[in-house]
Each structure stands twice: as structure tokens, then as C-alpha cells.
């Protein structure tokens, strides 16, 4: 199972953009890679995935080089309410694999005034 | 409206006492996943169900075990709990096994006394 390693945490001011990047140099070929928000006390919520180049949403954009050994998340402009803790996860879609899907120790994101 | 549900939120029980949080989905997915996430920790995945077929991580307890009678519903018992099983545990669903699009619910958090 690849192993992911980000930043213990992060601070950030209103209106920038923040870019969390994840290593996870064991991926491998058939795993994507996810990313989750989780404020305290609440269960964690999806917020975008990626097998590799960027794929963006409403909410973020996820860049993935062509080696595959690392992504970032990159998050336009945030405000206060983005303080949070963001995890990335790697796992792999093809059926009748472990789907074992396993947490980093996740990145705490400090958003200041 | 909420996808995965956990009952009860807030459990307190004493220690060597019992316990049984649930998980209920309405949405159909496979793969069910229980995770146990301690104070300022990454959740810990305890094990999964992919349909009946019921995976455990090497590293859980054998005091913690698991039920899922049907699509819809999955359990976790807890057979005697100890101080150091204070903890909020997850529940979280996922159409294909290992994707890593996983749906969580709010969490039950349990106290022990």
C-alpha cells in the first residue's frame, strides 16, 4: 500500500490560495488519489480525486506530476471557514483489490483574519 | 439529507461494559468501512466489509468486533471496553472497493468511564 506524507500543518491568511502537497512515492499504477476535509468532530468529507494532470471542481484543484510520486492541493482564495485538517488518501479503483484505504497523518490548515 | 447514519452520537459507558455503535446507508454501496480516530490522530481503519465478505486490519483489537446483516446496516460491538477505546469512530460507505471515495457519517463519539 502506498504510504502518504504531508506537511504536519499549515497557516494561511483570507483571500490566498494555499497548495497542500502529499508525497507518496510507492504509488502505484492502478491507485488514485483522494483528498479530505474534516473539521473537528465531524466525519470526513470528499473533496476531490485525481489519477494524474490536474482535474479541477467548484472547490479546489488537485495537481498531479507526471511521475505520480506526489500531488497537491490547491485551494483558491480561502477564508476562515477552510480551517480544517486535509488528508490525502491513495487507493486503487480496480475491483477485487484489499480496498484498504489508509489516512496520513493529514495536514491541520490554519486560516487567519 | 444524510446518506450515512450513525447512531448514537455521544455513547458513554463504563469500562468493561458493552457496547454497540451503528451505521445505517441509503445508498446502496458495497463497502462499508469502520475507522477509529483518537483525539488530534488520522482515523485508523479497524476493518471493512466489502458485501458480507468482512476484512480485518491485522492491528484491531479482538475486543472490537462487527456485524452486517444486510446491505444497509453495519454494526460495531465493542466487548469490553477500556480507557483507551475513548475515541469517535466512523463509519463510511464507497460503491467500489479501494476507490477512495468514501461517504462518512457524523461519527459516534464514545466516552469511557
Known amino acids: 500500500l502506498a504510504k502518504t506524507t504531508q506537511p504536519v500543518s499549515m497557516d494561511s491568511y483570507e483571500g490566498q490560495e494555499v497548495n497542500i502537497t502529499c508525497s507518496h512515492n510507492n504509488i502505484a499504477t492502478n491507485d488514485y488519489i483522494t483528498w479530505y476535509q474534516q473539521f473537528p468532530s465531524q466525519g470526513p468529507r470528499f473533496i476531490i480525486q485525481g489519477y494524474k494532470t490536474k482535474v479541477t471542481n467548484e472547490v479546489a484543484s488537485l495537481f498531479i506530476p507526471a511521475d505520480r510520486k506526489s500531488s497537491t492541493l490547491s485551494l483558491p482564495r480561502v477564508s476562515l471557514s477552510d480551517t480544517a485538517v486535509y488528508y490525502c488518501?491513495?487507493?486503487?479503483?480496480?475491483?477485487?483489490?484489499?480496498?484498504?484505504?489508509?489516512f496520513g497523518q493529514g495536514t491541520t490548515l490554519q486560516v487567519k483574519p | 439529507d444524510a446518506m450515512v447514519i450513525q447512531n448514537p452520537r455521544y455513547q458513554v459507558t463504563q469500562f468493561g461494559k458493552p457496547v454497540t455503535l451503528s451505521c445505517s446507508q441509503t445508498l446502496n454501496h458495497n463497502v462499508m468501512y469502520w475507522y477509529q480516530q483518537k483525539s488530534s490522530q488520522a482515523p485508523k481503519l479497524l476493518f471493512h466489509?466489502?458485501?458480507?465478505?468482512?476484512?480485518n486490519e491485522a492491528d484491531t483489537p479482538d475486543n472490537f468486533q462487527s456485524r452486517r446483516p444486510n446491505t444497509s446496516f453495519c454494526f460495531l460491538d465493542i466487548r469490553s471496553p477500556g480507557l483507551g477505546d475513548a475515541a469517535m469512530y466512523l463509519c463510511a460507505t464507497s460503491g467500489k472497493r479501494g476507490t477512495g471515495e468514501l461517504f462518512f457519517g457524523e461519527g459516534s463519539r464514545l466516552t469511557v468511564l
Open positions: 488518501l491513495v487507493g486503487d479503483r480496480i475491483s477485487g483489490n484489499t480496498g484498504k484505504l489508509i
Open positions: 466489509y466489502y458485501d458480507k465478505d468482512f476484512n
